[in-house]
């Protein structure tokens, strides 16, 4: 039998190297330092994948950037201010917030009223007789619910654009120490992507149905740096909530 054949058949035969790595933090960019750290073999070669990742879906739409409206109850004549607190909102929590605040401004909180057109994937802006809302500054929630930055007195209204609630199509896992990953034509180290299947507030626990590996750039691992982004390489605001991701390491 042909020796190079042979060695072939011993090298797939032999046991090989594996281990496990669980990371847990909460924050968005952080480094584990392993002590003692992980030495592989010399002239051998390793490669990583995803198992499992665990978290809730705190990940905010709205922030400080996006979240004010102002409101007048009588014609433009006097004006208030709202801003929606930095949280995971659909459009149904956004019209009890609101009109939570406009009550307790003493004013009839069905003055404004938001909701959602299904088939247009539009908002609905709905005002009752002297009402008028403002969504002309720059970090107005119109953004969010698809409105332009403008002034609405009209009793019903739908935005000009299909509302944007759910800012991340996709989450993206990244680790430093790998190669072969590659995200909008550039080289990235992305070991993993999904799409949360559980709504905001809920926990979510993703288990790959086939594992992919890829090549680990190291021959010692000393410290590992993870992020998680969305779609368009923003790091996730996970707002304190932990995040435990486990990984599997193998000989090739």
Do not use: C
Not at 33 to 53: G, T
Not at 107 to 130: C, M, P, R
């Amino acid at each position: 039998m042909d020796i190079e054949l042979l060695q072939k058949i011993a090298h797939n035969t032999e046991q090989k190297e594996s281990s496990q790595i669980v990371v847990t933090d909460n924050k968005k960019r952080f480094t584990t330092r392993f002590n003692p750290h992980i030495q592989f073999k010399k002239n051998k070669s390793y490669e990583m994948a995803l198992v499992n990742l665990e978290t809730y879906y705190s990940f905010p739409n709205i922030t400080y950037e996006n979240s004010k409206l102002f409101y007048s109850p009588d014609a433009g004549v006097t004006w208030f201010h709202i801003s929606v607190p930095e949280g995971s909102y659909d459009i149904e929590d956004i019209n009890r917030y609101i009109k939570q605040r406009i009550k307790q401004n003493g004013h009839d909180e069905n003055g404004v009223t938001l909701s959602a057109n299904t088939n247009t994937l539009k908002a609905v802006l709905i005002l009752q007789d002297n009402y008028q809302v403002s969504l002309r500054s720059a970090d107005s929630i119109g953004s969010v619910l698809g409105f332009n930055q403008d002034f609405y007195t009209a009793d019903y209204q739908e935005s000009q654009n299909p509302v944007n609630i759910l800012n991340i199509n996709s989450i993206l896992v990244n680790v430093d120490i790998i190669f072969g990953s590659y995200v909008n034509g550039q080289r990235n180290p992305m070991i993993y992507s999904f799409f949360p299947a559980v709504s905001p507030g809920y926990e979510i626990i993703e288990t790959p149905a086939n594992l992919v590996y890829l090549p680990i750039t190291l021959d010692a691992i000393y410290t590992m740096e993870i992020t998680m982004t969305d779609q368009n390489d923003h790091l996730l605001n996970l707002r304190r909530e932990n995040v435990t991701i486990r990984f599997h390491v193998r000989e090739i």
